[in-house]
């Protein structure tokens, strides 16, 4: 893959932050610790988006007949078919 340069400004404390998470042996460079972040947040991101997309669906779905316990034993029947 390919990487591209970036020139970044940041505050003393901030410099200070990623420096100790170097030195505390979770980072190796600063590079690290930025790429660490970003794909933290593009995985968040992705669960946001995924929540918002069920949202939508279940608010575009309309009211439904069931009962709260209908609903409940459906859920807990998927659970149990993907975890078993």
């Known amino acids: 893959m390919a990487t591209i ?12 932050w990623i420096k100790a998470q ?3 042996g979770d980072f190796t460079n600063d590079s ?10 593009q995985e968040q991101n992705a669960k946001f988006r995924a929540l918002k997309t069920a949202i939508q ?4 779905s309309g009211i439904s007949h069931k009962t ?16 078993g």
């Open 68 to 83: 709260v316990g209908d609903v409940w034993k459906e859920a807990e029947a998927r659970h149990q078919a993907k975890h």
């Open 5 to 16: 340069r970036k020139t970044i400004t940041l505050t003393e404390q901030q410099d200070q």
């Open 32 to 41: 690290e610790y930025i790429r660490d972040l970003v794909r933290r947040d």
């Open 22 to 24: 170097i030195e505390g």
């Open 57 to 60: 669906e279940g608010l575009d």
